[in-house]
C-alpha cells in the first residue's frame, strides 16, 4: 500500500483512505465506523447516470464536519478556561458562494448561533435571505453605499442583528445621514487596523499596511465623532482581521493581544463594546507537515481557540471588564475540507524510452560515447553517467546545429539519451544518492495530459501557489513506476500542477501509475472546498466543472443530493458576449454556401451542422 508515500495520514485528516483494493476511499467524520466509500466508484456510479469527469465533489458530512468542529473546538475551550462569554462565528459568504454551501452552513449553524459575513451588497442579500438563528450575526464588511446601509439598518426590524463594520471615518458620515433620515439607529463595529503583522502568504497586507479599517487616530477621530452625533451607543463591536492561512499560532497569540488593548481602551473610553470580531486567519494544514510555512500551520483548531480565548479572557480580567461576545469569521477552516476535484488523465508524455538504441554506421563517435554510458552504471557512479550523458547529448545538439549531424541521427540521439536517462533514474530510485541529482532528474519527469482547467478549477495554484494534497484514486496496491507533472487542457503552459505533497516534504512531481487502455486512471485534488469555486475563469472557454453533492450513507454507500450541471459551450460564449444562435446561423450559412458550389455534400452537410450543434450543447471538457 502506498498511502504512506503519499502522505496520506498527515493531511488526510481522517477523511481520505486508502481501502484494501488499492481505491481512495472518504471516511465519514461524523461516523468513524461507518464503511469508507469508494471514490472511484463513486465516480464511475455518477458517469453512469450521466454526469462526467472533471467533477467537483462536495461531501456534505465533510462541511457539516468543518462547522462542528469550529464551534465545538470554541465552545469546549471556553468551558475549560472558563470564559464568561460565548462564540458567535459568522460564515464569510465569499470563501464560498454557492447557494447549497450557505443555505447548509446555515441550517446545521442554527445551533450555535453561527452568522454570516457580507463583504459586498450581493452577499448582503444572500444573507438577509437565510433563516438565522435569533442570535446570529450578520457582519457587513468592505464598502458600503447608501443602498447598502439602509437594507443593513432596516433589517434590524427583521430581527436580524446587523452590525455595520465602518472601513473608514466617511462611511459614518453615510450611515448617520441614512439613519437619521429613515429614524432607526444601526448596531456599528470598527475595522481596527493593527499595529503587529502575521507571517504567510500575506504577510505584505497585514498590519498597519492592511488597506481596510482605521488606523489608530482616526479610532480616536471615530469616537470623537460619534459623541458628537450620539451615535456612540451603536458601537457594540470591534473588528480585527488577523489575515488568512496564519500559519504560526504565536502570530494569533501576539495579535489577538494587541486586539484587546484597543478593546479595553475603547471600554475606558465608554464605547459599550460586546463583540470582539477576530476575523479570519484560522488555516487548513494543507501539507500535513504541521509547521509554520505557508501552506500549513502549526497548530489545531483547539490551539487556536485557546490562543484566543485565554488571551481575551485574562485581558478583561485584568482591566475590570466583563468577557465580551467572541465572534471570527473563519472561512477557509469551515469549508475547505468538503471538495475535491476529480479529473482523468487524457494522454500522457513520456520521458523515457524503453528500448536499448544502437549507433549506425556513420554516426558520429558522441553517438556511441552517450550509447556506452550505460556500460558504466553503477551505483557509485551515477552522478558521473548523468554528467556524461548530458554532455554527449548536447554536443550533439551543437552538431545538428552546425549542420554536420542529420535529423534521422540526430533522433536517434535524443532517444539514446532519454534510454539512459531512465536507467540512471532507475539507479537512483533503487540507490538513492545524495547530491544534485534527484532534483536534476526531476527535469526529466512526464508529462500527463489531464481532463480540467487549472484557472477554472484550481485559481489558487495558478495565482498563489497554493499547494492541495493531488494523488492518483487507485493502484495504492501497486507501487507507482513513474513521475509526472499534472498539465491540464487549456493551452497555456502555466496550466499545470507541479507542486505535490509527498510523505518526504514537497516535490516537483506527483509518483504515477502507467496507463492502461481498459481504465480510466483517475487524480483528486483535495480541500478545494475554499475560494476555488468562483475566483476561477473562463481561460481557453473552459467553463464550471460539473458539481456534485454527495452524502455518505454509513454502510459503503452514497447519495447525490444536489447536482449542478456544468457549463456548456454556449454558455460560456454568451458569458463573453457571443450569441451562440447567431455563431450557428454564420456557420450554417457558410455550410450552405460550400454545398451550393458543391464543395460539400448533404450527407456532409448534416454531420457538419450536427456535430456543431452538439458541441454547443455539450460540455466544455473532454467528453
Ligand atoms: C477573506 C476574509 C475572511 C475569511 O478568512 P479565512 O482565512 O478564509 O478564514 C474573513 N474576514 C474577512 C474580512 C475577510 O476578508
Known sequence: MTSSLYGIDAWGHGLVNVLPDGNIGLSDPLNREAEPVSLPEIVRDLKDRGIATPIQLRVQSFLDYGL?????????????????????GVFP???????????????VGQQYGYGLEAGSKPELIVALAQP??????????????????????????????????????????????????????????????????????????????????????????????????????????????????????????????????????????????EYLDL??????DYTGENNSTDNSVNYSVE?????????????????GLPHPTIVTESGRFVTALSSMLIFDVLDATYYDVPD??????????????????????????????????????????ALFRRGVVDLRQMGRAERAFLYTLARIAQVNREHPSSGDLDAQLEA?????????????????????????????????????????????ITCDSDGKISHFVLEDGLHKALPVHDLRDDEDYLIGVFFVGAYQETLGDLHNLFGDANVVTIALDGEGGFSVEHETEGDSIAEVLSYVEYDPQDCLAAFRKRVDGAVARRDLSADERRVLISAYKDSLAGYTYFE
Open 132 to 273: 438565522l438563528a435569533k442570535d446570529s450575526l450578520i457582519i457587513c464588511n468592505g464598502v458600503k453605499d447608501d443602498e447598502f446601509i439602509r437594507l443593513a439598518i432596516l433589517s434590524r426590524k427583521l430581527g436580524f442583528n446587523t452590525v455595520i463594520v465602518l472601513e473608514s471615518l466617511k462611511e459614518f458620515e453615510i450611515v448617520r445621514r441614512v439613519s437619521d433620515e429613515i429614524g432607526v439607529k444601526p448596531m456599528l463595529g470598527v475595522r481596527v487596523k493593527l499595529t503587529q503583522t502575521v507571517t504567510g502568504k500575506w504577510e505584505a497586507s497585514s498590519g498597519d499596511r492592511s488597506s481596510f479599517g482605521l488606523g489608530t487616530y482616526e479610532v480616536v477621530q471615530l469616537i470623537d465623532r460619534l459623541t458628537e452625533t450620539g451615535f456612540l451607543d451603536c458601537l457594540v463591536l470591534q473588528h480585527n482581521h488577523l489575515g488568512s492561512q496564519v500559519p504560526n499560532v504565536i502570530d494569533v497569540r501576539r495579535t489577538v493581544t494587541e486586539a484587546t488593548r484597543f478593546f479595553v481602551e475603547l471600554r475606558k473610553m465608554g464605547v459599550p463594546l
Open 444 to 488: 526529466y519527469v512526464d508529462y500527463y495530459h489531464c481532463n480540467f482547467s487549472l484557472f477554472q478549477s484550481l485559481p489558487d495554484v495558478w495565482a498563489i501557489d497554493q499547494i492541495h494534497p493531488v494523488i492518483p484514486l487507485q493502484r495504492h496496491d501497486e507501487a507507482p513506476t513513474r513521475r509526472a507533472i499534472l498539465t491540464d
Open 356 to 397: 536499448k538504441p544502437a549507433p549506425r554506421e556513420g554516426d558520429h563517435h558522441y553517438m556511441s560515447d552517450l550509447v556506452a554510458v550505460e556500460g558504466y552504471l553503477e551505483p557509485r557512479r551515477v552522478q558521473e553517467c548523468y554528467n556524461d550523458a548530458v554532455y554527449y547529448r548536447d554536443e550533439i545538439r
Open 68 to 88: 462542528h468542529r469550529l464551534c465545538a473546538a470554541f465552545g469546549e475551550t471556553i468551558e475549560q478556561v472558563g470564559y464568561k462569554g460565548v462564540y458567535r
Open 303 to 319: 490551539e487556536y481557540c485557546t490562543a484566543i480565548v485565554e488571551t481575551v479572557g485574562y485581558a478583561m480580567d485584568e482591566a
Open 93 to 107: 459568504i465569499k470563501v464560498n458562494q454557492q447557494s447549497e454551501v450557505v443555505s447548509r452552513l446555515v441550517e
Open 279 to 284: 476575523g479570519g486567519g484560522l488555516g487548513i
